[in-house]
């Protein structure tokens, strides 16, 4: 975590009223997490920090795209990421982050690494399939979806065979009708 003292904000400094970060996101940033599933990274990241009397109101916007593998043919593709997340930061007597929305500082603390919220954020917004856009449009000619294709199940036409003993049960639903 030392490569991501950029995203520490000491805001004990900062007057009460509303700050704007940007973050510029790439391969680095994920390295310093020992996260390697993108091949390529390019992520704007704006931070609207609002700081107020006793506590900060933080929204974290990303917009950009990772380059991955597609889970079906292995072919790389850009992966639009569009994501918000809303959090407030409150203080007490120790840390606490068990609340996914809110956020509490211990009362002596003078500064905040924003650096995990940013990364689980971005991570959060890549499905968890990720198929290449044309898989999904039928225009993608690979090696592998052809194997695929070619190994598909056909769906063969079952005649309807019933079992006589249902039909004997069927039949005493039938006649207590009568």
């Known amino acids: 975590m030392k490569d991501l003292k950029e995203f520490n904000i000491p805001f004990v400094g900062l007057k009460e009223g509303k700050h704007e970060f940007k973050y510029l996101i790439d391969n680095k940033f994920f390295e310093a997490f020992n996260f390697d599933e993108y091949v390529n990274s390019s992520i704007e990241v704006l931070l609207t920090f609002v700081k107020k009397s ?6 974290f916007v990303a917009e950009g795209s990772v380059e991955l593998p597609c889970d079906v043919t292995n072919e790389l593709f850009n992966q ?28 002596e603390a003078y500064e905040m690494n924003v650096a995990q919220f940013i990364y689980e954020m971005i991570v959060l917004a890549v499905p968890n399939k990720r198929v290449h856009p044309k898989v999904l449009d ?18 063969v036409k079952a ?6 003993r249902w039909d004997k049960l069927k039949n005493l639903i039938t006649e207590k009708k009568t």
């Open 54 to 59: 006793t506590l900060f109101e933080l929204v």
């Open 138 to 155: 039928g225009t993608m000619e690979s090696e592998a979806l052809n194997k695929l294709r070619e190994l598909e199940i056909k769906k």
């Open 80 to 107: 639009e990421i569009k994501s918000e997340l809303p959090l407030v930061v409150n203080f007490g007597p120790e840390y606490n982050s068990d609340n996914e929305e809110i956020l509490v500082l211990p009362h």
């Open 159 to 164: 005649v309807e065979t019933t079992d006589p």
